[in-house]
């Protein structure tokens, strides 16, 4: 138990044989149950999982393991059939966790890019009733992007942007941290069926938790890079997810500002996108114009007057939509010194507990 509230954390892996056992060992004391959800990987990570499993749950205290209602395991190893995904791995370990009553759910991959000594301050938004949703953001300070490369970066940073448009969420950022925490009374209101089982699910779950009107805390973290390799394959997971942030971003703006209520901020959206096509079509036709020597000057000053259109009325429509969506957003800004700082005044053992006060 955590300040009077049940921890889980699921640890997700797909070919970590070298580095899931040592994140199940070293999950802090005070997190009530693991789930180790292996997805069908075609390496050893599945018996490394059991072993590492076999070996914590012999050392935990059978009382403190079976304190949610559970089956008194600490470390519960799920091994998908077929390999189905990064979200599903997620949603199996959501789904659990939920079953069994937990209160507050937190994602550690099982690659070790995730410092479990700061588990505390991922979970805290959420335990003090601040937040539903809690993520890790290591963009916010220039010491935290370290040993994040330039190439990660620039994608981190488009995607962030995409992000922004699909959820609303226009102050969160780093929005493929899968360091997060969420309550079980998020994860029942979610439609996880809905959201997609590929690596594009961290980009998705947020778009579902605007339309839920569930608050997300953004926490400064720093990028912890040792030597997994990543089996993603940047420009397809790039392509991908930037479609399914445009499918998502259409689906928000009907749920929220057309079927649940009209909201302005739809047809600012709508003038802007028009704006922008036709002028930006408009412009390019009358450079052709004007390469076969005819006069397209005309053409052209209206197809400028059309993007100027476009870009204003999309501003508008951002701005109202941040409006909207600002009191769901949490930021958490904590650089060095602040750390260092609280680190010193934090007692050895701050705020944990074994059972409820």
């Not at 493929?176 to 439609?191: F, K, M, V």
Request: charged share 25%.
């Amino acid at each position: 138990m955590y300040r009077g509230k049940s921890i889980g954390v699921v640890v997700t892996a797909y070919k970590e044989s070298a580095f899931v056992d040592r994140v199940i060992e070293t999950v802090p004391s005070y997190v009530d149950r693991i789930y180790a959800v292996d997805d069908a990987s075609p390496d050893d990570s599945w018996a490394v999982i059991q072993r590492a499993a076999a070996r914590v749950n012999a050392e935990s205290e059978p009382e403190r393991a079976a304190a949610d209602g559970g089956d008194g395991r600490r470390v519960v190893p799920v091994r998908h059939d077929e390999n189905r995904g990064y979200g599903a791995a997620v949603k199996t370990g959501y789904e659990r966790a939920a079953r069994d009553g937990i209160d507050v759910v937190a994602v550690m991959n099982g690659d070790g890019q995730m410092d479990p000594t700061i588990l505390e301050r991922i979970i805290d938004p959420v335990v003090d009733g601040e937040a539903d949703y809690a993520k890790g953001n290591r963009l916010l300070y220039a010491e935290d992007r370290e040993g994040m490369s330039t190439f990660r970066f620039v994608g981190n940073a488009l995607l962030s942007g995409l992000s922004k448009f699909a959820s609303g969420y226009w102050t969160i950022s780093d929005p493929q941290n899968g360091y997060t925490a969420i309550s079980r009374e998020a994860i029942d209101e979610l439609d996880l069926d809905a959201i997609t089982d590929q690596y594009g699910f961290l980009n998705h779950l947020l778009t579902h938790l605007s339309v839920n009107d569930c608050r997300v805390a953004d926490v400064s973290m720093s990028a912890l890079y040792g030597d997994e390799e990543s089996s993603i394959r940047y420009a397809p997971f790039v392509r991908f997810v930037s479609l399914l942030l445009l499918r998502s971003f259409y689906w928000r703006l009907k749920r929220q500002y057309v079927i649940e209520r009209f909201h302005p901020a739809v047809l600012f959206y709508a003038a802007g996108t028009a704006g922008l096509a036709v002028g930006s079509g408009g412009l390019a036709g009358s450079i052709v114009q004007a390469a076969r020597g005819r006069d397209g000057f005309t053409g052209a000053l209206a197809s400028v007057l059309a993007v100027l259109v476009g870009v204003v009325s999309l501003g508008v429509a951002i701005s109202m939509d941040a409006a909207e969506n600002e009191s769901l957003q949490r930021t958490r800004y904590e650089d060095s010194t602040d750390r260092e700082r609280a680190a010193l005044e934090q007692p050895a053992e701050p705020n944990r507990t074994d059972s409820p006060e």
